[in-house]
């Protein structure tokens, strides 16, 4: 028997394989196996059974061992794996350690622990003659009788004041039993904090939700490859169609992987999840999957997939890979969240890659958001998705109202660039005597270096690309850095003529000064990254607001997440501007996703909402669309714009980053190789660059980029490392190829 084994750790090809006879039963595609290369044992899988034809057989090697006696990565992976080394050009090594979790990989093994249990009763006169020969043999025995269930060995010995030797010398009597147990280290699980906990019970459903249930019901029925969108406002009712969907497809044998953004994983989501699931479907395990996880947590939830013993996983990105048995339905909560995409290799994007493993397993894939990407909503106009909506709140509570503040009023009124309007002053003073809370957020995604006029709201964009074009200091240019166009920074603005030329947003610390000053007497708490390094500290602040111990909160996106706090009718949001203004295609369609969710976290209690938006341009679509709660209206106006300018979803993009300590041979390679892609490849792909990155220099190294524009990514990625192989780079030039890249700075 000749197998094909894909070895991991940098060896991106097939070696053949000789399988001696004791490991042939337990071998077949999938299997993680131990092979000699060069000198040394290396990791692998099995790609294949049998070598090609004509094949040198006489030096082949053997298969050293097989790791674990079930395929480590199923058929379904396999092919995953593959489609996504030829979609993300990456080596399939690095894609297969991905999809193993590095515990999985080391073949260790699971955690045990030892029980005590009494095996034969002894009737009273026996355990006398037991207590006055070996009184600690009938301490050990009464003890051990007296429980329902079999004990922990090390926990009664301690107690008891007893050595092994005592229950060694019962086992061997035939008198108690001692059996090992598989510790499951299930994350979480200890702590969810009292209080958290939400109700966990089946909610009746509305029309809507009924139709969409039904709709999917029968799509897992059908048992074939389908994606359904469903675009359902905040507060619909979307996890309570997710947990039906899953009940479906539990019922009819199959397997689910459940993907929320690693954000969204508070142990109040996952226990609230779990208690559904475990309600909904009793007696099946859901294993916890995401970053934070130890390495034996991780293994656990890995085998008890592997094994079939589990048949539901909830997880981060990375979850997508979980090996799950017949897999029937993949949801990927909160779809546009761009978490799922990966920032380092294998660059992948977690629901692109969801959909396409639901197609490998003829399962249905199931998208939901509040505000679908572009590219999801794209798909589903053309009818490659099927669109469900659910247009109304579950308690049929009315959308917050939302109040947009003029900052260029402000700024007039005021004399100077205030972090807070009036109107939000006011508004959180009356919150304050009413006793109800305010959450600020201020976008963390700010990018300073774009230019905004203060008196008119103007930004000078790219007229080739329509972004938001960058401020360089250094030489006082403004520049696009996507085709690299560039001209001299103005000294006023370009269409009101005004010298008030803005540079940068406001950071939460100045926000936080504002507010201190502004309204004293309440209890405030800024809660972001630099406040928030201690995990504890996050869900501490949390529970505090939670608890009505804090008045306003101040904070980024991370307090919107899957969070629910009754008692806040005020939302603020300092500064609109900043993610409408980053250099991204993609600021209009983040905006408006942050506005819409910011609107949502106010007024959920039985309260009337009231929200907050200060920005510099009220005219902009993002704003304007989502004051409506008009998703359609602003889906609309912005794939016109994605449309003329040729970005997603109407062309793939492709990152070409080159890094290297010297700027003038950086810029003199990328244009050499800029030229060979234009002559090789210039019909199907549109070239813009090379210019300097964004962030043109991190860590002494300089960066340079490429984009590339194109309708067909699997026939232009090959090309693409084709002649990028062929190409004679010098030494100290470093690349990244990014395919479908999240965000452009
Ligand atoms: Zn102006
Ligand atoms: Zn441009």
Known sequence: MIVGVHPLAGFDKLLHYRVPEALRASIGVGSLVRVPVVNALRLGIVGEIGAPKDFPLDRLKSIAQVVHPFPALPPDLLGLARWMAGYYACGL?????????????????????????????????????????????????????????PQKKSLVLTRLGLTAAVASALVKRGVIREETQRIERIAYDDQVEHGELVASQPHALNPEQSAAV?????????????????????????????????????????????????????????????????????????????SH?????????????????????????SAVFAPVHNLRLIVVDEEHEPAYKQDETPRYHGRDVAVMRAKLNHAVCLLGSATPSLESYANAQAGKYRLLELRERVDARKLPYIDIVDLRIEAMKQRSLPALSRKLVDAMHARLERREQTILFINRRGYSSAMLCTKCGHTEECTHCSIAMTYHRADETLRCHLCGDQ????????KCGAPEIRWRGL????????????????????????????????????????????????????????????????????????????????ANERTFQLLVLVAGRAGRGDRAGEVVVQTFTP?????????????????????????????????????????????????????????????????????????????????????????????????????????RAAFSWPDDITQVLDVDPMSLV
Not at 244 to 271: C, S, Y
Not at 293 to 317: F, I, P
Not at 622 to 633: L, V
């Open 507 to 586: 950071g939460t610390q100045r926000v936080e000064e504002a507010v201190r000053r502004m309204v004293p007497r309440a209890r405030i708490e800024r809660m972001d990254t630099d406040t928030m390094s201690k995990k504890n500290r996050f869900r501490e602040v949390l529970a505090q607001f939670r608890a009505g111990k804090i008045d306003i909160l101040i904070g980024t996106q991370m307090i919107g997440k899957g969070l629910d706090f009754p008692n806040v009718t005020l939302v603020g949001l300092i500064d609109a501007d900043i993610s409408m203004h980053v250099p991204d295609f993609r």
């Open 214 to 290: 039904a709709a999917l019901d029968a799509e897992i029925a059908a048992d074939k490859f389908g994606v359904t969108l469903l675009h359902g406002i905040t507060g619909s009712g979307k996890t309570e169609v997710y947990l039906r969907a899953i009940d479906t497809a539990l019922k009819a044998g199959g397997g689910v992987v459940f993907l929320v953004p690693e954000v969204a994983l508070t142990p109040q989501t996952v226990a609230r999840l779990r208690s559904r699931l475990e309600a909904i479907a009793p007696g099946h395990r859901c294993v916890v999957w995401h």
């Open 93 to 149: 090594d690095s894609i297969i350690e991905t999809m193993l979790p590095a515990a999985v990989r080391n073949g260790a093994g699971l955690k045990q622990e030892k029980l005590l249990a009494v095996a034969q009763k002894l009737t009273p006169e026996e355990l006398a003659v037991l207590e006055k020969r070996a009184p600690q043999q009938g301490k050990l025995y009464r003890f051990l009788e007296q429980q329902f269930r």
């Open 619 to 723: 005219q902009a679509e993002a704003i304007q669309f989502s004051r409506q709660a008009d998703y359609a209206g602003f889906a609309a106006a912005e794939l016109k714009m994605r449309k003329d300018f040729h970005y997603p979803p109407y062309r793939h993009l492709i990152h070409h980053l080159f890094r290297g300590p010297n700027p003038e041979k950086l810029k003199f390679f990328s244009e050499q190789w800029a030229k060979l892609v234009e002559k090789e490849l210039g019909s199907r792909v549109e070239l813009r660059g090379p210019s300097a990155s964004p962030i043109e220099k991190i860590k002494d190294e300089y960066r340079w980029q490429v984009w590339y524009f194109t309708n067909a990514v699997t026939k232009v990625v090959p090309e693409l490392v084709r002649l």
């Open 293 to 317: 996880l130890s390495e034996g947590e991780r293994l656990d939830g890995w085998l008890a997939l592997a094994t079939g013993e589990a048949k539901v996983v909830v997880g981060a990105r």
């Open 487 to 494: 001209k001299p920074a103005p000294l006023r603005c370009p």
